[in-house]
């Protein structure tokens, strides 16, 4: 029997094969739910060119995550900052108006666009925010994995100046609010009720009587009219998108390394071993690939 390097190659090609199925069916373990075809480029991206409404409305998430995610990304594309319901921490909102002043002053708006946005594991139980308390304040934070496209549109024509796509994306939204006092776990509540209280007591607008309020909104109990404070409200500290971690890339890295690993030293084994022997031919491949991974 006469092999050539070409039949060498084919018949290491398809050892490597063997290996490398062997390793990804019943060793490794594969998120098959990032691998669907609705998440790949082009079905993804066409998709992505709807209206912004038609993901949240078909969105499973609760309406206190999607609420400020959709609050942001319209002042982004109207570049209006005076909606009643959009809080900012001071910092953050100093970095948000600079972007928008250079976005006007160039002319130009952003556009955001997130579909199939879902809450990693961590999330799913609780299907909410993650909440701790820190220097007086409650804080909660959510990640978002989903498909996102970013992009920066002439306000003329609507060109396309930049974009940026991640089939795999990521968005961050951290927000914090100033505790309740009544809603510390502490025996202990002096101290918080007397910094709150010039909170707290506030004068009713439609009485003049003074009122103590334990939350957002109340009634007042002298004339029954409504009060609302925004001291306790909800304001965002940050609001990040980025390219998320696939879990299956280093399965896939690991499946390639492992047919190239399989795959040259069985080319010079079955080029002049396999005429002889078939069985010494894969003894032999597979047992140069061992030593290789146990030197390397």
């Excluded at 060119?49 to 609760?62: G, Q, R, Y």
């Excluded at 995550?65 to 002042?75: D, F, T």
Aim: glycine share 4%.
């Amino acid at each position: 029997m006469t092999v050539t390097w070409t039949d060498a190659i084919v018949f290491a090609f398809a050892w490597s094969c063997i290996w490398g199925s062997l390793l990804v069916s019943h060793v490794l373990d594969w998120k098959f739910e990032w691998m669907q075809p609705k998440l790949w480029f082009l079905y993804v991206k066409r998709k992505l060119a709807h209206s912004k409404e038609i993901f949240f409305k078909n969105s499973e998430l609760p309406n206190k995550i999607c609420k400020p995610l959709e609050e942001l990304m319209n002042v982004f594309e109207t570049g209006n900052l005076q909606s009643p319901d959009l809080r900012m921490d001071q910092s953050f909102r100093r970095k948000f108006e600079h972007e928008l002043h250079l976005l006007k002053k160039n002319n130009i708006r952003r556009e955001m666009r997130m579909a199939y946005l879902k809450l990693p594991e961590e999330y799913t139980k609780k299907n909410d925010y993650k909440h701790w308390s820190d220097a007086g304040r409650e804080w909660r934070e959510v990640v978002l994995q989903g498909s996102i496209l970013n992009r920066y549109l002439d306000r003329k024509n609507n060109r396309i100046l930049y974009e940026d796509f991640f089939a795999h994306g990521a968005v961050l939204l951290r927000q914090s609010r100033h505790i309740r006092h009544n809603e510390v776990g502490s025996k202990n509540r002096n101290d918080e009720q007397i910094f709150y209280s010039q909170y707290t007591n506030v004068i009713c607008p439609s009485c003049g009587a003074t009122v103590t309020l334990t939350s957002d909104e109340d009634h007042c109990p002298y004339c029954g009219g409504y009060i609302k404070s925004d001291f306790f409200d909800w304001q965002t500290e940050e609001f990040l998108i980025y390219r998320d971690y696939n879990p299956n890339t280093r399965n896939f890295k690991l499946t390639a390394a492992t047919m190239i690993a399989f795959f040259i030293p069985a080319i010079p084994c079955f080029r002049f071993i396999l005429p002889h022997s078939y069985f010494l031919a894969l003894g032999s491949a597979f047992v140069i690939t061992a030593l290789l991974a146990f030197l390397l």
